[in-house]
């Protein structure tokens, strides 16, 4: 699904314009940033938890010469579902 699929889904079920859709698609995605990029979690009722961690630096290998090298330390985001959606996810499969 695209930004482009999610405006399009929230213009039919709600009624609000395309261009009012668009709006609030992009408004919400600019609150998660902004959340985020602040270190802060998102947790969303229902769906799960966006969490920002910290990796330190540590030694890895370049897997094609096997030269040691230094992975710098960053950021990077996790997602973890609720087991409410785990739950809706496993019913599809079944």
Known sequence: MTKADLVE????KTGFSKKE???IVEMVFDIM???LEDGNKIKIAGFGNFVVKDKA????????TGEEIEISSRRILTFKPSQVLKAAINELEG
């Open 9 to 12: 889904n929230i213009y039919l």
């Open 57 to 64: 630096t540590r030694r890895g290998r370049n897997p094609q």
């Open 33 to 35: 940033k902004t959340t």
């Open 21 to 23: 859709s668009a709006e």
